[in-house]
């Protein structure tokens, strides 16, 4: 695994002064401090769709300033921050739309994304509008395609990735579970429905965790963070059935602010 941009300058720089680096050894100490550009890539969960305050630029990719990529830039006042991630985008929409941005100057990436190759969108309508059998079936499709299928998109992005910013740290975030299991809800989704997209989740974590290593690349587990804010837990960092529905089951502020920005923040 690649050894952190960030983490690393302030030892360049020591490690440049004690040993006077000359030659080659100067030049890569040059390209380490000069890697310091984020580029915050991936789908609504990196855009921050469901915490509000969206550039009104940014359009229907509803990127909002208190999206865990803005919270981080604002923090550490990287050298560049380019904010692309998109609601709605698919492996596809990264490779197409957002990678321009790559180059050796790169120090950080961050990105989620596979939720909505596998069908989020559609299986959450799905539970919600057409009861248990088919909310169960139409997981299980999503959980097929997560093996069968997302492994190799994942692939094409993260492989694109790393040609694209060679000197990057990649930090690939996961999703959290949705429900919390025999809690506070009293209405809605059958416990079988919570379970299974629970389970969902869980199998995409677990593929995406894997592809990522592959390629060298950190895969930051956000559940420890979102644990005891799921839904149905009395104190949620997600919506449930909202207004504007695409916010439905997507991260408050708080689930921001709180769940996804200290895990990139430690995994930076």
């Given at each position: 695994m690649r050894l952190s941009r960030f983490a690393a300058i302030t030892s360049a720089f020591s490690l440049a002064s004690a040993l006077a680096l000359t030659g080659a050894s100067a030049a890569a100490s040059a390209q380490l401090t000069?890697?310091?550009?984020?580029?915050?890539?991936?789908?609504?969960?990196?855009?921050?769709?469901?915490?509000?305050?969206?550039?009104?630029g940014s359009g229907s990719c509803k990127r909002s300033t208190r999206a865990y990529p803005a919270l981080w830039s604002a923090a550490h006042a990287p050298s560049s921050f380019s904010f692309t991630a998109c609601s709605g985008a698919r492996t596809g929409d990264v490779l197409n739309g957002q990678l321009g941005p790559l180059?050796?100057?790169?120090?950080?990436?961050?990105?989620?994304?596979?939720?909505?190759?596998?069908g989020f969108a559609d299986t959450m309508t799905t539970c919600a509008l057409q009861g248990e059998s088919a909310c169960l079936a139409r997981v299980a499709q999503a959980v097929d395609y997560i093996h069968t299928t997302l492994p190799g998109k994942l692939d094409t992005v993260y492989r694109t990735i790393a040609g694209k910013a060679p000197n990057a740290d990649v930090v690939v975030l996961g999703y959290p579970r949705f429900y919390k299991l025999n809690g506070s809800c009293a209405a809605g989704l059958s416990e079988k429905s919570r379970a299974a997209i629970n389970g969902a989740?869980?199998?995409?974590?677990?593929?995406?965790?894997?592809r990522?290593?592959?390629h060298g690349f950190l895969f930051a587990d956000v559940n420890r963070t979102f644990a005891g804010h799921e839904l149905c837990s009395g104190s949620p960092w997600l919506h449930s059935v909202t207004w504007p529905v695409e916010e439905s089951?997507?991260?408050?502020?708080?689930?921001?602010?709180g769940g996804y920005f200290p895990v990139?923040?430690?995994?930076a």
């Open positions: 000069a890697a310091t550009g984020y580029v915050a890539l991936g789908d609504s969960y990196s855009s921050g769709v469901g915490a509000g305050s969206y550039d009104g180059n050796d100057s790169t120090g950080l990436v961050s990105i989620t994304v596979g939720g909505n190759d596998a989740a869980d199998e995409i974590n677990g593929v995406t965790e894997k990522a290593a592959e089951y997507h991260p408050t502020a708080a689930g921001q602010s990139l923040d430690s995994a």
